[in-house]
Nanobody
Framework: QVHLVESGGGLVQAGGSLRLSCAASGSIFSINAMGWYRQAPGKQRGLVARITSGGSTNYADSVKGRFTIFRDNAKNMVYLQMNSLKPEDTAVYYC?????????????WGQGTQVTVSS
């Protein structure tokens, strides 16, 4: 069983910054990738940023140049540095861990942390 715990969400004014953290624990033998997704009210959950075990990253177009994802492999942690926040970044942010299991990939999710950006 894999357990993910997010922290660092909160209320910030437009133009401000926040850093989200996600700690992974449990039966983690191998990680394919970790990432952050977000879901705003009335919208589907979508990718914000993702980083593979090899360090490759990809970002949603809407956050490129403003958000940075990075990992501490030794601690099984992933972070999301969010700068120049906009009201449209308001959402619940979820940490994701993707791990191989046999021939399949399994996705694990945290409970989510609220980010609210006021205008």
């Amino acid at each position: 069983q894999v357990h993910l715990v997010e922290s660092g969400g909160g209320l910030v004014q437009a133009g401000g910054s926040l850093r989200l953290s996600c700690a992974a624990s449990g039966s983690i033998f191998s990680i394919n990738a970790m990432g952050w997704y977000r879901q705003a009210p009335g919208k589907q959950r979508g990718l914000v940023a993702r980083i593979t075990s090899g360090g490759s990253t990809n970002y949603a177009d809407s956050v490129k140049g403003r958000f940075t994802i990075f990992r501490d492999n030794a601690k099984n942690m992933v972070y999301l540095q969010m700068n120049s926040l906009k009201p449209e970044d308001t959402a619940v942010y979820y940490c994701n861990l993707q791990a191989p299991g046999g021939l399949a990939l399994y996705d694990y999710w945290g409970q989510g942390t609220q980010v609210t950006v006021s205008s």
